[in-house]
Every structure is written in C-alpha cells, then in structure tokens.
C-alpha cells in the first residue's frame, strides 16, 4: 500500500478518532473525560494527552473535572497509573501553554510589523 501523505500515522489516528466520535452518543465532555480515564489506565504518554487538551477546553472541561476522574479510576488502576498520569497531564499542559505562548507572539510580532509598514 502506497501512502500518498506526508503524515500517514497522524492522519489514520484523525480518522480513527473521527469515527468514534461519529459513533458515539456520548456528550463532548463525558467522550474527553472516559478516554483521559482510559489513556490513565494504560499508563499513555503526554503526547497523548495533549491530543485532548483542545477538545477538553471546547468541552468546557475544567481540571478539577480531570482530577475527579484520577480520583474515581484510582482504585481500579492504582496510584503509580493516576500518578503517572497526572504528571503526564501537567507535561502536555505546559506544553500546550508554551505553543499558545509561542503563538500569541509571532502574532503580536506579525502585527506590529504589519503597522510599521502602514
């Protein structure tokens, strides 16, 4: 099979993801909430949590929302997972605030460019 993509792995994963989505009747934020209590449990990595660090904020998800679900799996997964987990939460956390930073200025940088040519 021949892949015609520059990022056949992450596109694959879109569509996995997209699928589920279609095919569950849960609300936006109980979705965010069982797959971060899923991605706990098998011990995942931050990267995979900074894939729902978007769509948790579009879920109005707060993380005291995130914090109650490690308190609820905790004594079925265990404390080294949910601990594990949330040091994982707080990497993907800070770095979603560092892009959001970085961002933020390449546009302020951008339009004060833009004015100093006006």
């Not at 849960?26 to 965010?32: G, N, P, R, V």
């Amino acid at each position: 099979m021949a892949t015609t993509s520059d990022a056949p792995v992450l596109e694959t994963l879109a569509a996995m993801t997209m699928d589920s989505i279609e095919r569950c009747n849960m609300d936006d934020a109980t979705l965010i909430l069982t797959r971060i209590a899923a991605l706990a449990a098998m011990d995942a990595p931050a990267i995979s949590y900074l894939a729902h660090v978007d769509p948790a904020l579009k879920a109005n998800l707060t993380l005291e929302h995130v914090q109650d679900v490690l308190v609820a799996i905790a004594p079925v997964v265990g404390t080294a997972r949910v601990m594990a987990a949330a040091g994982h939460i707080t990497e993907a956390l800070g770095f979603a605030v560092a892009v959001a930073e970085s961002d933020a200025e390449a546009m302020a940088s951008a339009d004060a460019k833009r004015r100093g040519k006006s």
